[in-house]
């Protein structure tokens, strides 16, 4: 009798698969586009940009020839087009900022990531960005990539 239970939970599970239900429960890739930064968050990010990055960077889009690279430009957005957030947030994590490389706590570096998200256009959610770079390393950085 207590045997047939197991046997039922499978058959009930592998019909409801069977026929398309459970779709909620498996999950999608994120995506930019979906809102994956709040504004709080790159508010934050903003507020450390300034601090931290701005001398180097200048304005998230200002085109200033003798800045390091810019943030939020065309060429910027080209060259990560095919990378994931993952990637990002490893290279800010590690190299940046430049003259205290390794210096800002994940959180920063995810705070900073959310600010460029919205320098690039990307739209702002209820979600909170991780700041674990595996969970990032699958969230490719243009939108349907």
Known sequence: MFASRPVATLAVVGVLVAIGLPRWSVAQTPSVADGIYTSEQADRGAE?????????????????????????????????????????FDLIQVEMPQDSPGSLADSEVADVLAFILRGNRRPEGQLVLSSDSAVLAEIPFAPGS
Request: proline share 2%; aromatic share 8%.
């Open 48 to 88: 450390l940009y300034d601090g931290q990055c701005i001398a180097c960077h200048g304005s998230i889009n200002q085109l200033i020839p003798e800045m390091a690279t810019l943030l939020a430009d065309h060429t910027f957005r080209a060259r990560w087009e095919q990378r994931s957030l993952g990637e990002l």
